[in-house]
């Protein structure tokens, strides 16, 4: 590696690449060597660097300043100013929504300013495909330390003591786990890393695969020494290629540098680790139907006890974590337990990886300290929401999570006060909606999405969530009845009470906190045939204005499906029970005289 | 270098030295930042032989901990070439009319040695940037 | 032996013994669908649910696939237990409210509305006839296809299947469908038991042509029959 004086770091997560920035890197490449910078200034794709509302983004090292929302275009003007003049393009600065000057230091941007990066340490600072650069951060210092200096049993109580808790939305003690695997004496053992990362609108998962695949990697490494495992599969969907990619060269690299395999480190631990594709199912998320998924076997979940630390894959005990679990394994040897206790709450330790999309003005994956409270990161890191719309919920834990209000803003987010309100912590899907949002169309999106990722074996989550979303589907098209709220709430109810795996477990939640937090909404739709929010098309109105109408028949002649009545010069009628909403009367009409309605009462005329 | 051979922890030590020092550009932390000033005067006035005399300096000195950059016209275009040195927790320190020579005597003496040059020191203090 | 509790009473359960084969040896009636002592449990129908561990941990768990467990307490009909019970009959019989087997645990645990829509899919989903078909008949000439709302049970790719010896055993072990498979056309039908055939080289010749034992099998000579 030569002496640069300056690093580009392009940001190359599956975001950013989907915008162009392999692009922005091949442009930046090219101006360089045009302006003859290629012996002072280097380009880097690294993972990514979270802040993906912005993107393409670029930082320029070791100036700390954020280039955003960058064009091929940009390219020869800012190597020009910055790189050979020295004077940062004010133009392709960030200036926060309501802000008139940019913030040009990466650092004092509030989205980033706020977080606490432990797990995504890495993230916008290395290529992930150069091992050296992770090693130069301190990578494999915690395996090095873990394969020659600590028993398997100083291992595990490390993990322990830390109060890691599984990051992949159970919460269940790291440590607890790791303990409960080394005490079977079955051999062989085995780890898996499950970045199967199901739940919409959640990317922390691939963010850190993408990113920094080689914590995870010496993260397997550690637990494999303290639960005696000598093979390991990582378990990535088929739906993450980048992902795929990244960690298939990662392994390699690790296992040409006798990092994975053999005698690792001239230690005498041998240990391996394959990859394995998923293939479209979320409830191969679930822990038991991943295993099987490896075995070859249809993704179902199974009974357990026995549980996967005593029989797991193919019979044989087996250690099931997360991808950002794993990531975290190797931060808690290095800096030690203590120092983990350090971070968050008296139940949830360390931190937490969000990626926080919706109705917000800063879109992007954060990682913040448990215990930070829900307004400090939607209102603080995420600048709000955009268009000057009201907050009206945030969802968290995806269609295993809930709706929570704004009332409850200022609750810290841990996995106990989650549960407490209704939600769950999950895996970190963080969904912003904005008063435009109805919550009743949220619960028939995810409850369509449970009914059709169900794996069907348990009648009490396979018809449950079927005919849950029957009647919210009903609701939101005008058909509700007053009975149908103590209907859904005894069938989420139940289907939580009788199902077998978590998905059907908490595949009543989205009803049963939209129903707890926005009862009214339901009643809206159901008692007053109205949609507040103004979503369901159904419930949208479509009325001639008796008193703008010329009745020139424009709007008869439009209608797709003949439901308005009237004769020449007379005041036109639009029979609700044909319309279809589809708003051909509305444009067609020269007087203004027909109004959609939407989140009005309905009049009669 | 990591290569296709088994490494041992010495060996990992190794690379995380060789491969952090030329890395610690991106955490924007070092010793000293060195910013030579390459606006239109500068550049007219030989500035990219300064940076290219820096740049040849730390490399022979084989010095890792030193952030190189660029800024515009710092306003005094008849002294260019010009440097700006801040060496962290100082206050910065502008040296002006350089030529590779000169650049050779600060290097040793103020940025090596910790030492400013006095006698060719333009000014003290003002705007900081580091 | 594996010492528990089981509405109050102790019980001792051999190793290997599930929740339900311990409430079986001890008479403890817990009712049952996709359960048959010849073959696999599969803890599907959620009928045998038990109440398991006590206060804020409690769960309920299907006694046909839960092991007996030391030291667990169980509780066979909480309250809880019937709620879920009586919903699975409901939602079962809004799949299947032709059948018998349903009818009659409605009745016996009071289930006298079906508040859902009835989809009369004749089938529940229970997969005692996969079960039957692959563990006792070893032909395995059905499963279930897909997941969630598209889950059905059909022969591979839905075609017309080679190794049903057509044994019937589905039919006799199906709670559902207490009538002999209406199979409503011959692309659908499980077994083909639906279909007759109308050779047509009996209006040429004297003898059938078809050179294969099973006659008519070979699908050409083979109409759907008209009901």
Redesign the interface.
């Known amino acids: 590696m030569k002496q640069y004086r300056a690093h580009l770091l392009v940001c190359a997560g599956t975001g950013c690449v989907s915008c162009g920035s392999f692009k922005i890197k091949e442009a930046l490449e090219q101006e360089i060597l045009k302006r003859n910078l290629q012996d002072e200034v280097q380009v880097v794709a690294t993972g990514c660097n979270g802040f993906c509302e912005r993107g393409p983004i670029v930082m320029v090292q070791p100036d700390g300043i954020f280039y955003q929302l960058l064009k091929v275009e940009d390219v020869p003007h800012l190597v020009e100013e910055h790189l050979l003049k020295g004077r940062p393009v004010k133009k392709l600065m960030y200036v926060p929504p309501a802000e008139k000057q940019p913030v040009p230091k990466m650092k004092d941007i509030e989205f980033f300013k706020h977080q606490r990066l432990i797990v995504l340490r890495n993230r916008g600072r290395i290529d992930p495909e150069k091992i050296e650069e992770y090693i130069a951060f301190d990578g494999y210092e915690a395996m090095a330390k873990a394969l020659t200096g600590m028993t398997p049993q100083e291992i595990i109580d490390e993990i322990l003591f830390s109060g890691l808790r599984g990051r992949g939305g159970a919460g269940f003690p790291t440590g607890k786990k790791w303990a409960a695997c080394a005490k079977e004496k079955a051999t062989p053992k085995y780890l898996i890393c499950n970045g199967d990362e199901g739940d919409p609108g959640a990317f922390m998962d691939r963010s850190v695969l993408e990113a920094d695949p080689h914590a995870v990697l010496e993260g397997m490494v550690i637990g494999a020494k303290a639960i005696g495992a000598s093979k390991g599969f990582i378990y990535i969907r088929h739906e993450y290629p980048l992902a795929l990619k990244r960690m298939e060269i990662a392994i390699a690299q690790a296992q040409e540098n006798g990092l994975l395999g053999q005698d690792i480190l001239g230690s005498g631990f041998d240990f391996d680790l394959e990859i394995v594709q998923g293939a479209g199912a979320f409830v191969s998320g679930e822990e038991s139907a991943l295993i099987a998924s490896v075995e070859g076997r249809i993704a179902m979940p199974r009974q357990r006890p026995p549980y996967p630390a005593q029989k797991g894959l193919w019979g044989k005990p087996t250690v099931i974590n997360n991808v950002e679990t794993w990531a975290t394994v190797p931060n808690i040897i290095r800096r030690g337990a203590d120092w983990f206790q350090g971070l968050g709450t008296e139940t949830s330790k360390g931190t937490k990886i969000f990626a926080l999309v919706g109705k917000i003005a800063n879109t992007g994956l954060v990682e913040v300290p448990m215990g930070i409270t829900l307004r400090e990161i939607v209102y603080g890191i995420g600048g709000g929401i955009p268009d000057k719309r009201d907050f009206k919920a945030v969802q968290i834990g995806g269609p295993s999570g809930g709706c929570l209000p704004a009332k409850l803003l200022d609750l810290p987010v841990d996995y106990e006060s989650l549960t407490a309100a209704g939600a769950m912590m999950g895996s970190g899907g963080m969904i912003v909606m904005d008063d435009k949002t109805c919550m009743v169309d949220v619960a028939k999106y995810f409850l369509n999405f449970l009914q059709d990722e169900s794996c069907g074996k348990c009648v009490s989550c396979r018809e449950g969530t079927q005919r849950m979303y029957e009647i919210v589907k009903a609701i939101t098209e005008g058909k509700g009845k007053e009975s149908d709220l103590a209907m859904l709430e005894e069938l989420a109810k139940i289907t939580k009470d009788a199902s077998m795996c978590g998905l059907g477990q908490t595949a009543g939640n989205p009803v049963l906190t939209t129903l707890r937090y926005f009862r009214h909404e339901y009643e809206a739709h159901i008692l007053d045939k109205r949609c507040p929010a103004g979503v369901c098309k159904n419930l949208i109105r479509y009325v001639v204005l008796a008193e703008k109408c010329t009745g020139c028949q424009s709007c008869k002649k439009a209608c797709p499906n003949d439901c308005i009545k009237g004769t020449l010069k007379d005041i036109h009628l639009i029979d609700q029970s044909k319309c279809i909403k589809c708003g051909a009367c509305k444009e067609a009409c020269k007087f203004e005289a027909i109004e959609e309605q939407r989140e009005e009462a309905i009049q009669i005329i | 270098?990591?290569?296709?051979?088994?490494?041992?922890?010495q060996d990992?030590a190794k690379?995380?030295e060789?491969?952090?020092s030329?890395?610690t550009?991106?955490?924007?932390e070092?010793r000293a930042?060195i910013?030579?000033?390459?606006?239109?005067c500068g550049?007219a006035a030989g500035a990219r032989d300064i940076m290219d005399a820096l740049?040849g300096e730390?490399?022979k000195a084989n010095i890792?901990d030193v952030?190189?950059?660029?800024?515009?016209c710092a306003g005094l275009c008849n002294a260019e070439p010009m440097m700006t040195i801040e060496i962290k927790n100082q206050p910065p320190v502008k040296y002006g009319y350089l030529t590779p020579a000169k650049l050779q005597k600060i290097f040793v003496q103020h940025i090596l040695g910790g030492q400013m040059v006095a006698d060719l020191v333009l000014a003290v203090g003002s705007e900081t940037m580091y | 032996m594996i010492t528990f509790r089981m509405n109050g009473l102790e019980v001792k359960a051999e190793e290997g013994w599930t929740l339900l084969d311990t409430a079986k040896f001890y008479g403890l009636e817990i009712p049952t669908l996709c359960f048959h002592e010849g073959l696999t449990p599969h803890g599907g129908c959620r009928l045998c649910v038990v109440e398991i561990g006590e206060g804020l941990r409690s769960k309920l768990v299907s006694s046909c696939t839960y092991p007996a467990e030391e030291g667990l307490v169980v509780r066979t009909d909480s309250a809880r237990v019937w709620a879920s019970r009586r919903m699975m009959i409901e939602l079962m019989l809004a799949m299947a409210p032709g059948s018998k087997v349903l009818q009659d645990m409605a009745s016996q645990f009071n289930v006298t509305q079906v508040r859902f829509a009835l989809r009369n899919t004749e089938c529940v989903l229970c997969g005692l006839c996969t079960r039957i078909c692959a563990e006792q008949m070893d032909a395995s000439a059905i499963g279930f296809q897909q997941r969630g709302l598209k889950r059905k049970i059909s022969t591979p790719f839905d075609a017309r299947s080679e190794t049903c010896r057509l044994c019937g055993a589905c039919m006799y072990i199906c709670p559902a469908c207490q009538l002999r498979c209406q199979g409503p056309n011959a692309e659908t039908a499980i077994c083909n038991g639906c279909l007759t055939m109308e050779p047509t080289c009996l209006e040429h010749y004297d003898d059938l042509q078809c050179w294969m034992y099973d006659a008519g099998r070979c699908g050409t000579c083979v109409q759907e029959k008209k009901s």
């Open positions: 270098m990591a290569g296709t051979k088994k490494l041992t922890i990992l690379i995380r060789k491969t952090k030329l890395m550009i991106r955490e924007s070092g930042r910013t030579v000033h390459m606006g239109t550049i740049l730390i490399s890792q952030i190189v950059t660029t800024s515009g």
